[in-house]
């Protein structure tokens, strides 16, 4: 079978309503010290649900001009914001999570509309996002660092944490308002105030965010330029106030982002693409594993950085796990928002990306890989993709090395332990990985020789605050959640006391 011959899907239609009325949407224009203000240009971006092609609404796309105006706000506020004491900042975030709960319910929406991603991930997300924000806010009260002594003779050394200032942020389009809270909490946290671009794709819930917590953010804290990453983002990156900058984003925004910000020595924050291994050897779980895969694979119509997405099978047991695992993807509903809560997976966020995944099957099925299941976008309105397992996957090929970002995942053999660790280190991208076994010991060897900067063992794709989230090599540096992105948001400095009373 070819991908051409394989009937796709159909794709779980809502009955009814949109999801959104005029009222839920935010206020036109950027969110600047404190109150939405409009651009300095008359030029917008259309923002579009990915499920329907319908135009929600249209936002700005600020200027260098906006930009400065942003980042002018940001740093007029942050020496009274970075003066309070860790009590008074984690009062404000736990009410800023207070916030975020109480209005959960037009956040799920607006970020369902505009992303197409079902109503249970868009809860999943709003939930992530306010246990961020309480994470952050009583982490900033238990910082801890080098202890005070004397190192040396008759010289007491103690370390300060600061803040660093103002920082740019940049955020993407497949998780808008989990992201934004990944880097808002612990830049608020640690004392700093922040300039934030949203994906000009999804800004609906950022710009809601910051019409929710108007009245409890300090004017000029929190500020939101919404546009394109050639202006918006490069103004950040070039700013001479802005002394850092946090990317979320694909891996040659990440470059840009880093080109520039050389030119002024900023710091860089950057969390990247990835290209997960997922090694399963003969004595896992096959069953359980495959049942894993299907949400880890797919979660977020696999628009995930750390999706689940290249499956490396011990050859003695490859057929019986494609089995099973096809068989799981098989069942997999497909579906726009508010059509059932069974519908597991949406559309792709837009055109440009669903012409970029389906690319990428067409090139695949040119070069003989072999489709089990899906394998072809689906019909009617939207930009859907059915859930597609790739197999005959050569070493080396393009669908296996290069991040799709998408509902598709493939499958590849090896016959020794070692050969898989050398394959799933194989990438440019060192995200995340996972391991699947019975064997303990074989489960802590190998967490230590892949090269990924999160492994699971028998699990994947679960994540929790109290633990750091980055990479390695291609996708990038810098830590986001836990106590590590405290570290990432704040500046070290050594104060020496010569105490010698001679």
Known sequence: MTLTDLKPATVQRA???SLLTPADLPPAGHFIDGSFVTSEAADTTEVVDPSTERVITQVANGTADDVDRAVTAARAAQPAWGALLPKARSELLHRVADRIAEHAEVLVRLESANTGKPLSVAQDDVDGTVDTFRFMAGALRATTSMAAGEYAEDHLSLILREPLGVVGVVTPWNYPLLMAAWKIAPILAAGNTLVI???????LSTLKL???LADIVPAGVLNVVTGLGPVVGAGLTAHPEVDMVAL???VNSGRAVARGAAESLKRVHLELGGKAPVVVFADANLKATAEALRVAGFYNSGQECGAACRVLVEESVADEFVALFTAQVQQIVVGQPGAGDDVEVGPLVSRAHYDRVTGFLSRAAEAGVRATVGGAALEGTGYFIAPTVLVDVPEGAECARDEIFGPVVTVETFSTEDEAIRRANDTPLGLSASVWTESGRRGHDVVR????????VNAHLVLA????????????????????????YSRT???MHNHARS
């Open 210 to 212: 910051a019409e929710l």
């Open 493 to 495: 400095k050594h104060v």
């Open 197 to 203: 671009k949203p994906s000009e794709q999804t800004p």
């Open 465 to 488: 605050n109290e633990v750091p989230w980055g990479g390695f090599k291609g996708s990038g540096y810098g830590r986001d959640l836990s106590l590590y992105a405290l570290d990432d």
């Open 248 to 250: 979320t984003g694909s």
């Open 15 to 17: 009955t009814g309503d």
């Open 449 to 456: 020789r892949l090269d990924a900067g999160t492994v699971w």
